[in-house]
Every structure is written in C-alpha cells, then in structure tokens.
C-alpha cells in the first residue's frame, strides 16, 4: 500500500470562497523523492499543510475526502500524534526560529526536547543533523544573528534532525544560493535514499530533474501533470500554463525553432543542454 | 542585526550555576524586602551591599554598570524628581520653584522611593543577565507551569528587541517612500498610523507562522520534556530558596509587628 494516499481531497480555508484544493488524489511510495511545481496561488503550501496535519488541524474550514500518511487517517488524529512523523519546513526561515533558544544548536534540539529524547542522546543527534546539512561552525551563533540562507538551513535541520518518516518541505531554498541549493538537494536525495519519503515544493526546474523521482504539476488546486522529472518539466502544456521552466528548455526550444536543436528530447539541466548542443 | 538580542550574557559563575527558580526568588526577595522592611536604609544597604557583590559574583559587573547607567538611574532619577516636587508632605522648606516646594521630607521619601525603584530594576536585570532563557523554560515548565505560559514569558524576552529592530526597519521603508517622521509632533503623531498595520498585521502573520512551526516540532507533544542542559537543582539552592522565603516571611511579621 502507498505511503501517502490522497482520495479525492477538496479543501477550503474559512475565508475562500471557492476550494483550495480540488478532488486531489495522489499515491507516493516509501522512499519516494517528489517535487511539487505550480505558479503562485496554486495551492502548494496547502497541500504541504493539509499532509503535515495543519489542515484541518490547525487552520479550520471544509475538508472532505481522506488524508492518509503511514496507514493513518489524519482526520482520526491529533495534530500532536501527526507531526511525530511528518516533519514540515517551510518558506520564511525567520517564523521558524523557535524564539526561545540562544544558539543554534539549542534551536536544533528543540524538538528533540520537546518528544522528551533523553539527554544523553540529544547531543549526538544535534551533532549528526549539523554536520550533515553542513553548519556545524553555526553551532553557537544564535539563530537571529545568520542569512537568510542560513537561517533556511538551520529550519530544514531542525526537521531533520527529528528523523520523521516523511518531510515535507514548502520551497526550503528560497534564500539559498545556487552552491547552498545544490547541497539541499543533495541532503534531501540521501535522506529519501535512507526510506525518507519526502515531497518539496521547488520552482527550481534544474535541480528537480537532477534530484527527484517524480514532479506533480499543481494549478488551481488541481494536479495538471504528473510524471518522471523529464517528460513533465519540458512538457508544452507546462509553458503554456504559465508555469517557470528552466532556462535550458527554454532556450533549446527557442534553438529548435531555428533548426539548432537536433534531438527530439529538450534539456532540463545544464548537463543535458550541453550534450544536445554538440556538434 | 546584532548578535545578543536576548541579555542573558554566557559565563561560569556561581550565580549562573544557581537553579533558575532560585535566582526567581531571590530577585523577588531583594524587591520584597526593600519594599516591606520598616527601616528606612533596607533598599540603600540592599543596592550596595547585595545587589553591587551579586553582579561581581555574577561576574556580570561590567554589564550591570552599563545598564545601571542607561536604564537604572534614569528611571530612578525621574522618580526621584517626581516624587520630591510633588509628594505633598512636610513643612521644612528647602527649595521652591513656582508652586512646587520641595521639603526635606519629600526629599528623604523620594530618595527611599526612588532607590527601591532601582533595587527592582537592578534584582531583575541581575536574572536576566545570568539566566538562561531556555533553562529558565525548561525549568519552569518542569515544575509544572504550562509550556505555552513559559513559552510567552521567554519569547515576549526575545521577541520584543526584534519587534524594535523591525519597527525601524518599516520606519526606514515608509520614509523612503515620503513618510514624514521628523517634524512637528501632530503630523508625526498622524503619519505613523501607516506604520501600525505593517508592525502588527505582520506580527500577526508572523504569529501564525510561528504556531505553526514549533507545533511542527511537538511543542505540545504530550510526552514529557526533556532539556539538552543538565539544570542544576542542588541542595543548596533548596537550602537558599527556604532562607530566602524564610527572610521575606520575617520582615512582613515586622512589618506588621511595628505597626
Ligand atoms: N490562511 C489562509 N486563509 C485563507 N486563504 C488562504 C490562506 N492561505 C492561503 N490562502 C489562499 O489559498 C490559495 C492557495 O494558497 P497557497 O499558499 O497554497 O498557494 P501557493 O501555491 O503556495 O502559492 P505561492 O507560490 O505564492 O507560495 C490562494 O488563493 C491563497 O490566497
Ligand atoms: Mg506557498
């Protein structure tokens, strides 16, 4: 049985008038990496609340259908029993910071505290999370005084560090550069390597077809496309639907109107461009 | 944005080794007994002779200078004025401005008042300079003060050095595009309403967010807290706690007692 089954969920926030999320249905497996595409207002970060347990846990309104993570229905949990194993990191890195820790270190083992994991075994833990997303010299900075690109790391190790069986990430490298993008990535693909399922709303086309097992393509709060990274991110349909597309499709397919771009497939990454392009 | 936006300052001392609820009280105690005690020197003695050997105990001298300077003898100095010029009492005429006289009684109430005053601030600013907020948290939280309360107390302390810093950031941005907040007062009291919405409407947002993420981390996960500090609890902070209580019990008996 998938690990993640959504049945025909519909969701709207008290405030909107029409549904957020439309009939969504979708299957991951255990250990899948899945990215998550769509123009603003599509409905991304709900549907990385609604699989978190936020919706409708936190933030009311309708929800039919059902959300299932794990064997478990998230409408028949808590929200506190649901985030123990479903970890969530979103955007704006500073609402992350806890506020009630000094150093960095402390912000990492505070959720690790709070599922009371004894003493003994906090510290260890803390220090495998830093190293493996690369900030282990931010341990004693406080959280307030890093870039925003930092800050972004220490929200993801935060959740990381949890170990939960799925991650849900919600653009997590908005304010990272291309070298800090690539290691997210990177750390993301071990950790779905490892059995972590993880599902990562990302605009950044190159990286999604280097990285993840399958992209949705969300629009208006229903699943456009959904497909191997490569079929799907050079796809017509996701241009025409005003989606971002990266920079190397964009520019073979300009290529293939003039005749320059010989091969039937368009490139995704730079690698794949660069190869088209030979001679 | 700077580096300590909380006043706790990371040292070894015996004042940071004491138990959080520990330093609570004893910071209560000093305020406690200044205030109650009949004998007019308490608060005096209690500032020099308390307060001043903490902070080198503390091994916070330098920063407990530092905002004795800035935060503690102002507000003092401003009590102290109010209450010499208008605390209607006495008759011995010292000095007289207008209708204002200032007598030797109002000025030996003002300098007791006011040096409470300081006592307080001073036992306060102690705690914050040698606690650790998130001990303090743990600490309390363990003792069964819910962690939503703990955790208002601890993040208002955090938060509110961010809300200064971002209140000037949204200053800077309005002004640029034409804000004025340099004249008169009346326009300036008009054009700072533009700045409310962003401060709080943002904070609101803020707020949410906030929720949102350390519920992600099981903030009100049922099982039980553990802390990545071990936080000292020994005997002699149960010892001091009980003198210390034992103290302030004491000088409300005579305070009853005497009058
Ligand atoms: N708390 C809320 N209350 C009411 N409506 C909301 C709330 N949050 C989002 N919405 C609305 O739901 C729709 C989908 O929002 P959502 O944040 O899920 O989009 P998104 O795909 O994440 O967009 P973006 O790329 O800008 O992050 C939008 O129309 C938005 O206005
Ligand atoms: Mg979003």
């Known amino acids: 049985m998938a690990f993640i089954n959504l049945q025909n969920v519909t969701y709207k926030y008290p405030l909107t008038k029409t549904p957020v999320l439309q009939n969504i249905n979708l299957q991951v497996n255990e250990g899948e990496f899945i990215a998550v595409v769509g123009p603003n207002g599509a409905g991304k970060s709900t549907l990385c609340y609604t699989l978190a347990g936020f919706v409708p846990h936190f933030f009311k309104g309708e929800i039919s259908g059902s959300v299932e993570v794990a064997g478990r229905e998230s409408s028949k949990s808590t929200l506190d029993e649901w985030v123990r194993n479903v970890g969530l990191a979103f955007q704006n890195p500073f609402n992350q910071i806890s506020g009630a820790k000094y150093t960095v270190f402390e912000e990492i083992a505070f959720g690790l505290e709070n599922n009371g994991v004894p003493r003994e075994e906090i510290k260890p833990r803390v220090e495998e999370a830093l190293s493996l997303t690369d900030i282990s010299d931010l341990a004693d900075r406080s959280p307030y005084s890093l870039s925003g690109g930092q ?5 993801l190790t935060s959740i ?10 919600d653009e997590p490298t908005s304010q990272m550069d291309p070298i800090g993008t690539r290691e997210v990535f990177g750390v993301v693909r071990k950790m779905a390597e490892g059995g972590m399922t993880v599902v990562m709303v990302e605009h950044k086309m190159e990286w999604i077809a280097q990285f993840a097992d399958r ?11 959904e497909g191997k990274p490569n079929e799907l991110l050079t796809s017509d349909l996701l241009s025409e639907n005003g989606f ?24 995704v990454t730079l690698d794949e461009a660069a190869e088209g392009f030979k001679p | 944005m700077h580096e300590r936006l909380s006043y706790y300052v990371k040292r ?12 609570i009280i004893l910071a209560l105690s000093i305020v406690l007994v200044s205030i109650v005690s009949p004998w007019y020197w308490t608060a005096h003695i209690l500032l020099l002779l308390v307060i001043v050997p903490l902070s080198f105990a503390g091994r916070v001298s330098r920063e407990y200078f530092t905002s004795a300077i800035r935060l503690i003898l102002p507000a003092a ?82 938060i509110l ?60 996960s049922k099982s039980i807290k553990t802390s990545l500090h071990e936080i000292p609890d020994s005997l002699s902070d149960k010892i001091i706690r009980w003198v210390l209580i034992l ?7 005579l305070k009853i007692w005497l009058s």
Do not use: C
């Open chain 2, 77 to 158: 100095g401003f009590i102290f004025l109010m209450q010499a010029f208008f605390q209607p009492i006495g008759n011995t005429v010292i000095f007289k401005y207008l209708f204002l006289d200032v007598t030797q009684e109002s000025l030996s109430f003002a300098f007791r008042i006011s040096t409470r005053i300081a006592v307080m601030i001073s036992a306060f600013t102690l705690f914050l300079l040698t606690t650790h907020p998130s001990e303090l948290m743990s600490d309390l939280t363990r003792r069964g003060l819910p962690p939503q309360f703990a955790y208002v107390i601890i993040s208002t302390l955090q």
């Open chain 2, 12 to 23: 070894d001392s015996a004042l940071h080794r004491l138990n959080p609820l520990t330093k």
């Open chain 2, 247 to 253: 103290l302030v019990l004491l000088s409300i008996a």
């Open chain 1, 215 to 225: 992209v949705i393509a969300l629009q208006d709060g229903k699943i456009l496309l």
């Open chain 1, 244 to 267: 971002g597309i990266s920079r190397y499709t964009s520019t073979a397919r300009e290529a293939k109107k003039q005749g320059l771009w010989k091969s039937e497939k368009l490139p």
């Open chain 1, 151 to 155: 800050q972004q790391r220490v929200a």
């Open chain 1, 160 to 169: 990381l560090v949890m170990r939960p069986k799925l991650l849900v990430l």
């Open chain 2, 161 to 220: 050095p961010q809300m200064q810093a971002k209140a000037q950031t949204i200053i800077a941005a309005q002004r640029s595009r034409g804000l004025d907040t340099e004249s008169t007062f009346f326009k300036r009291a008009g054009s700072v309403v533009p700045l409310v919405g962003p401060l709080v409407f943002g904070s609101l947002v803020e707020v949410e967010e906030r929720a949102i993420a350390i519920e992600a981390r099981g903030f009100t």
